[in-house]
């Protein structure tokens, strides 16, 4: 089933999609993924690692007696696979700044966004999750990925062989 149902068509920024044509295909993709279990997961490069593991990791755990269908799934991903994940942009430094509002520009008040550190809430529950990172990255330290991994460790989540630190490139 081809993901998109526009074949051969030119994408150009800004221009209006009509969407109401994906999700037929979308729910065809459902449900083939649904037909088995662990099927679906996230992968996230840089801040989409970080909005990855955030949702693992503060994922609702569904509610079986519910009457929607939908309430009672999880809605944690399966897996996890973290390219560089920038897991640590929230945090406050010495003097109450955080990367991500200096990165951000606009006006930001680094506390609020602090809460937003998915290393504060692993638990066993977090799905097996494969990190890797180079060693030289400038803008998201590996140290983040290392502690994050740490704590994976620390609550038995299955990983899939150790964490890989890549030499610059």
């Excluded at 030119?10 to 969407?19: A, D, M, T």
């Excluded at 309430?71 to 010495?94: C, H, I, K, M, N």
């Excluded at 180079?134 to 609550?155: H, I, K, M, W, Y």
Aim: net charge negative; proline share 11%; charged share 15%.
């Amino acid at each position: 089933l081809p993901l998109s149902p526009l074949a051969g068509a030119i994408l150009f920024p800004r221009s209006q999609l009509p969407l109401h044509i994906f999700e037929p295909r979308y729910r065809c993709m459902f449900e083939d993924a649904a037909a088995g279990p662990a099927r679906i997961g996230m992968i996230g490069f840089s801040a989409g690692g970080h909005l990855g593991a955030m949702t693992a990791a503060t994922a609702d755990p569904g509610q079986p007696d519910a009457s929607d269908p939908l309430q009672q799934v999880s809605s944690r991903p399966d897996f996890l696979v973290l390219a560089y994940p920038w897991l640590e942009g929230t945090l406050l430094d010495s003097h109450g700044a955080s990367q991500y509002c200096t990165f951000a520009r606009v006006d930001c008040k680094p506390k609020d966004f602090e809460r937003y550190t998915p290393l504060k809430y692993v638990t066993a529950q977090m799905p097996p999750t494969f990190i890797y990172h180079t060693a030289t990255d400038s803008l998201v330290p590996a140290s983040g990925s290392l502690r994050f991994f740490e704590a994976l460790q620390a609550n038995k989540v299955p990983y899939d062989g150790p964490m890989e630190i890549l030499p610059g490139i």
